[in-house]
């Protein structure tokens, strides 16, 4: 079955905790990306990735970190969270951009 | 600054037709795709518009005028399960950084 898979679904963490959620497509696509989404703020996108060793910042890139080494692999780091980092994650792939598809989201809670 | 606005929420009652607009502002764009989320789901893919006119997928349909700089995603026989978040989205400097409007709450009422 094709799909996006994020793990864990649900973190609670502490300010400064280090932690990393994991992303993982079996399409091939080239292109990834993660989200986060907010109340009324729709979904912003935090990096992306065009191919491996490629990635960019998007809207909000500030207190992240991402790496493509492999792939089918895009995993986000959370440096030191902070509690403006609560939010519901979504890692995202494409072959095109304009239609991607959405994993099943991390909902990560700082406190 | 680079936007795509979308009316927060629009009821409509079930069997009825609903169009849920979307006004962007972005550089270098592209398209406009249009998103269905679910509450306690993922965004699904609906459709995507490069050139203007409509595309028609089964019940639902989406519009793109570049003149206009506007798009709108049209719901036809309108279901419960139609009761969802509606996104539009562009990427917006010509790679695949990509904005997503505010979502649109749609209610269907039986």
């Known amino acids: 079955e094709a799909q996006v898979t994020q793990n864990p679904r649900y973190l609670i963490t502490v300010t400064g905790k280090k932690l990393t959620v994991t992303c993982s497509q079996n399409m091939n696509h080239e292109y990834m990306s993660w989200y986060r989404q907010d109340p009324g703020l729709g979904l912003r996108q935090i990096y992306y990735s065009m191919n491996v060793e490629v990635t960019d910042k998007g809207d909000v890139p500030e207190g992240y970190k991402v790496s493509r080494k492999e792939k089918r692999n895009f995993p986000l780091i959370l440096e030191s969270p902070s509690p403006n980092q609560t939010s519901l994650y979504f890692c995202a792939s494409s072959s095109q951009g304009y239609e991607q598809y959405f994993g099943p989201g991390t909902r990560l809670t700082v406190t | 600054g680079q936007s795509l606005e979308q009316p927060s929420e629009v009821t409509a009652v079930e069997g009825a037709i609903v169009q849920i607009n979307c006004t962007y502002q972005t550089s270098g764009f592209y398209g406009l795709s249009w998103y269905q989320q679910h509450d306690g789901g993922a965004p699904t893919f609906l459709s995507y518009n490069a050139l203007d006119g409509l595309e028609e997928t089964g019940r639902f349909s989406s519009f793109l005028s570049r003149s206009d700089s506007y798009g709108y995603l049209l719901l036809q026989e309108l279901q419960m399960k139609d009761s969802a978040s509606y996104f539009c989205?562009?990427?917006?400097?010509?790679?695949?950084?990509?904005?997503f409007g505010a979502g649109t709450r749609l209610f269907v009422k039986a």
């Open positions: 989205a562009a990427p917006n400097t010509g790679g695949f950084k990509t904005i």
